[in-house]
């Protein structure tokens, strides 16, 4: 079936660092991507839908600056936290919404980040 | 705006009892409705879900719920639970007249199956 692979799987960092995280549809194209991120025990909550080729939308609430998505190819969309803190220790779950083949319309999950900052 | 309600963050049953995991939604229009399956430190597995059609959505594993649009619910159920059923499960609304496929979750319940 469709996969959607997700890197790194676990990262440490310090504080004030930046962290980038891959999404990437490896058998399918995917001209929309969406971001969630998960507290303990917490549901999932969007923060953005990523579009190929054109700006992210954030839901309210959600830092543009802090947190910046980039979609630049119909395979790939990065999460990049800025200047991380200890607050945005979290899970970080993406989503790929299928465009060809017999991945098209159905929306597959990446195997989820783990964000640990010091 | 959408919103899913998951009645119980935690459900007990016994092996081989009747799984009931409750989900209610809150549209005027039914939305699409998923229920998905997460195992510690991994993503999200579609479990089923219902678009049009038949109201008895039956998923992987066993799984299956039931649209009523007369009680805005999708309850999950599976007749005879297993030890690997255990794990958190998050119903799921995606608005019909939103063409982006958004989902917004509900809180998730925990399901603990007893030996």
């Known amino acids: 079936g469709a996969v959607v692979s997700q890197h790194p799987s676990w990262v440490i960092c310090k504080s004030g660092t930046s962290v980038k995280i891959e999404c990437r549809s490896l058998d399918f194209q995917a001209t929309t991507m969406f971001w969630y991120r998960q507290f303990p025990k917490q549901s999932l909550m969007l923060m953005a839908t990523s579009n190929e080729g054109s700006k992210a939308t954030y839901e309210q609430g959600v830092e543009k600056d802090k947190f910046l998505i980039n979609h630049a190819s119909l395979t790939l969309s990065t999460l990049t936290v800025t200047s991380a803190h200890p607050e945005d220790s979290s899970f970080y779950i993406c989503?790929?919404?299928?465009?060809?083949?017999?991945?098209?319309?159905?929306?597959?999950f990446g195997e989820g980040s783990r964000l640990t900052v010091l | 705006a959408q919103s899913v309600t998951q009645l119980g963050s935690h459900v007990s049953v016994s092996e081989g009892a009747l799984v009931l995991l409750r989900c209610n939604y809150s549209?005027?229009?039914?939305?699409?409705l998923f229920w998905y399956v997460q195992y510690p430190n991994q993503g999200l597995q579609l479990l089923l879900k219902y678009t049009t059609g038949a109201t008895l959505v039956k998923g992987i594993n066993g799984f299956e719920a039931e649209f009523k649009k007369s009680e805005t619910s999708f309850h999950l159920t599976k007749p005879s639970a297993h030890m690997s059923d255990a794990a958190e499960y998050f119903c799921a609304v995606s608005d019909r007249k939103d063409s982006s496929y958004k989902l917004i979750f509900g809180s998730g319940t925990r399901l603990l199956v007893r030996p």
């Open positions: 549209s005027s229009v039914p939305p699409y």
């Open positions: 989503s790929a919404r299928g465009t060809s083949g017999r991945a098209t319309g159905e929306l597959f």
